[in-house]
């Protein structure tokens, strides 16, 4: 099966390995003993790291130093390089450490079978719902959870949310109580407890689409009785207008872009803009370039992201809208961690 179809088909997984080829690949040819050299200043990292375990230094600031060297050694060499040292970091003997956060573990074991689901967003977004096993971790695994929690990504998403509910709710007052909203990838669609719009009856419809069955069957019954309508579908079966949707003021997906290669993200946005009314509005979220934990993502969490700068968001909205009236716009948010692509119809 091609990349492409990966990215496309709603019942493949997305796995590390599923997108690893578009997120490692790289046209810069290695060098001579880059391997070597990066692999040695890994080993230096590590290394420090175990010694810092042993002699019982602060978990945060062991934490703090090596996810800062293993973001300079992803930069600092070529993908394919970066590529070949996640398993020697993974079979590390600290590893073990950051396994005790239930998070981190979550994101490595992959209970749900792929990366990403919304289990363990609801880490991120600290849900009651994993209270139990945070609880239940051991005093080293509360103490990286009590870094990892705080990183600049899950600070991010946690802000991702409450602006998407801003947005939703800003949608939803300007059409007086007639909006209607599509969310694509709505995991566990945890800005709708956030919207108060949704809270006062003011919005027709917010259909909530997602590929995993047991978020879908969450969203139905956490929602029952509201505007939410859980939607069981994917990325292909949007594509192949395999089911009816209607025309929407407001179409987003965050948390989906990260795992789609430009040619289906571009497929995907054109076809949420013909799902737009007149002067609706359509936004992809997509985690930045430069964040701080990709290294440690990539290892600890075994977490492969498509991460995307300004231009590659440029590139996307400008393939999707070339001849279309509608206006293009760009933001990130609070720390740089995400950055949001935002299409609106001008007519
Ligand atoms: C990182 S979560 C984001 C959930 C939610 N949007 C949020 O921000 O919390 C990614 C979600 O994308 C969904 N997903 C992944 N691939 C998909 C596809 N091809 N079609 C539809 N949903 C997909 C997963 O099931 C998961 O719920």
Known sequence: MSELDIAFDGESLITPDSIASQVFSSTNPVRDGEFEEARAELALHLRVAEQQFQSETDVGQIMLRLLTGLHHVRNRFSPKVWEQLIPIAQNHAIARHF????????????PRGYSGDAGLLDFIYRHPSKQAMLDAASPMGKAVN????????????????????????????SRGGEAEILTIAAGHLRE????QELKNGNIKRWLALDQDPLSVGAVASEYEGTAVEAVDGSVRTVLMRSQTLGKFDFVYAAGLYDYLADEVAIKLSQRCLQMLKPHGTFLFANF?????????????????????????????????TEGLDVECSLRYGANKNIVYGIIRKLS
Not at 155 to 161: D, G, M, W
Not at 192 to 195: E, I, N, R, T, V
Not at 295 to 306: D, P
Request: with cysteine; glycine share 2%; aromatic share 12%.
């Open 288 to 320: 930045a370039d430069e964040i701080p934990d990709d290294g440690y993502m990539e290892t600890f969490m075994n977490w492969a992201l498509l991460l995307r700068s300004e231009e590659d968001m440029w590139r996307i909205m400008r393939a999707t």
């Open 146 to 173: 009590a870094f990892t929690s705080e990183s600049p990504a899950c600070v991010a998403v946690r802000e991702r949310r409450d602006l998407l509910a801003q947005y939703v709710d800003d949608v939803a007052s």
């Open 192 to 195: 709708g407890k956030m919207s």
């Open 99 to 110: 396994h005790e956060d239930p998070f981190t573990r979550w994101s490595f074991e992959k």
